[in-house]
């Protein structure tokens, strides 16, 4: 069966600071993995997505994650986050292509951008 | 890319009632999914919902607590039966077009059970 995994239940920051926040999966092949973004009683955006091909996929607002097959990770990263980017955000996982993408999701890491 | 309306936004209903949540694509979709969210908790697959035959429903949730109804390619009703204060959360439906491995959600249905 398949996993998704983020370590970090919350990460705190400074303003103008660099982010990481990991995301290891298990799964037999290589996944259709996403990173979502959840503000405060809000639905949920796509950040990025990695199909396949460059490891390093860039994303909106600056977002990008980097693919590691070798490590089963998919860390999302930011050089300087904004307060703005204070929100939750969850790694996912689709094995299924063809209008039938169940998605498995970490836990969730609770990102405080400090002004 | 696929826009999914849910409908209501939030609710707020009697224990051992039933809440009926909606789910229109602004195009034909082959599956929809329905997703339930706990405060502060990740989402977790309820069942996934293709038009007409039943919807195949993931460990833990069942069609007599939790019927879906799928009659087109653009609808979806997710119904909570019999509903508790344990059922609070919100509630999203999703999908995707046919060929793209792009995963759309709604804006999501938060359900409080008093």
């Known amino acids: 069966a398949q996993s998704v995994t983020q370590p970090d239940a919350r990460v705190t920051v400074s303003e103008g600071a660099s982010l990481q926040l990991r995301c290891k999966y298990s799964y037999s092949a290589t996944p259709y993995l996403f990173w979502y973004v959840q503000y405060p009683r809000q639905g949920l955006q796509l950040l990025l997505k990695y199909y396949s091909g460059d490891p390093v996929v860039q994303g909106v607002n600056s977002f990008e994650a980097e693919f590691s097959k070798s490590n089963s990770s998919f860390h999302l990263q930011k050089a300087s986050v904004h307060w703005s980017d204070s929100a939750v955000y969850f790694c996912a996982l689709s094995m299924a292509t063809g209008g039938n993408n169940k998605l498995t999701f970490g836990q969730g890491t609770v990102l405080s951008v400090i002004p | 890319s696929v826009l999914l309306y849910q409908k209501p936004n939030r609710d707020i209903c009697q224990s051992g009632t039933s809440l009926k949540i909606q789910c229109v694509a602004d195009?034909?979709?082959?599956?929809m999914f329905w997703y339930q969210q706990f405060q502060e908790q990740s989402l977790m697959l309820m069942a996934t919902a293709n038009e007409g035959s039943e919807a195949t429903y993931e460990s833990g949730f069942t069609k007599d607590k939790f019927p879906i109804s799928r009659p087109n390619l653009t609808f979806s009703t997710l119904t909570v039966n019999n509903a508790r204060p344990g059922d609070s959360s919100i509630y999203f439906c999703?999908?995707?077009?046919?060929?793209?491995?792009?995963?759309?959600f709604g804006k999501g249905t938060r359900l409080t059970v008093v």
């Open positions: 195009s034909q979709v082959v599956s």
């Open positions: 999703s999908s995707s077009t046919g060929t793209s491995t792009e995963v759309f």
